[in-house]
């Protein structure tokens, strides 16, 4: 089973600033995913990776970035953020076609 | 496009009672991996049970079974003997074999003392 962090757990910022969300996992998976979420809403997958410097975006329109320049890193980036961007960030991590194993989210505020 | 349905936003449940979140998805694909995901408020993302498209058996794990009919792509979870920590939104899932998941709606299960 893998472990996923992420840091910040929460996050309350000023539009305009600019924002990175770490997420980092520790067994190694190839394959890892962003997802945005709103609260009591489902997933949406925003960008995704399949392994060192691969990088997709996912089915949700996103104006983030994100890169993986190491197996187990795989940061996600706001240049300007905006109170549209207010929401839950979930990363996940998995291996070939099976489970994911998500991290603990990061809850972002833009005001 | 692959498509996951739950039509039940909210359930509810007596403690020690059964109930059963239903699910159906759409694929064309023959071989794909299914899942229940459970979301405690404010609390991880975690997996309760997995279920592989090319298995008949229905997948069990403790209280937690599914009945899986792939002919009708439909991906029900049973709760048995429910008790409070089973109270959270429960998420049904759909991987294909590019590791992508598409999530339902999710449905709320409250359960009641």
């Known amino acids: 089973e893998a472990d996923i962090y992420q840091t910040p757990r929460y996050l309350v910022i000023g539009t305009g600033k600019k924002i990175t969300l770490e997420c980092s996992q520790t067994m190694g998976h190839d394959k890892m995913y962003w997802y945005q979420q709103d609260p009591g809403m489902e997933l949406h997958l925003i960008h995704y990776s399949y392994g060192v410097n691969s990088t997709e975006k996912g089915d949700l329109s996103s104006e983030s970035t994100v890169s993986r320049i190491r197996t187990e890193h795989f940061p996600l980036t706001l240049e300007s953020a905006r109170p549209s961007h207010t929401s839950q960030y979930l990363c996940?991590?998995?291996?070939?076609?099976?489970?994911?194993?998500f991290g603990p989210g990061t809850r972002l505020t833009v005001t | 496009a692959q498509t996951v349905t739950q039509s039940q936003p909210e359930m509810s449940v007596q403690e020690a009672e059964t109930v059963t979140l239903s699910c159906t998805y759409d694929t064309s694909e023959s071989d794909y991996y299914l899942f229940w995901y459970k979301q405690p408020p404010s609390r991880q993302m975690i997996l309760v049970i997995r279920q592989e498209a090319y298995k008949q058996q229905n997948a069990t794990e403790n209280r937690f079974s599914v009945n899986f009919q792939k002919a009708a792509k439909s991906f029900s979870l049973k709760i048995s003997d429910s008790q409070l920590g089973d109270a959270a939104m429960y998420f049904c899932a759909y991987v294909d074999y590019g590791g992508k998941l598409i999530f339902g709606q999710g449905t709320e299960l409250s359960v009641k003392p």
């Open positions: 996940a991590a998995g291996q070939g076609a099976d489970e994911q194993y």
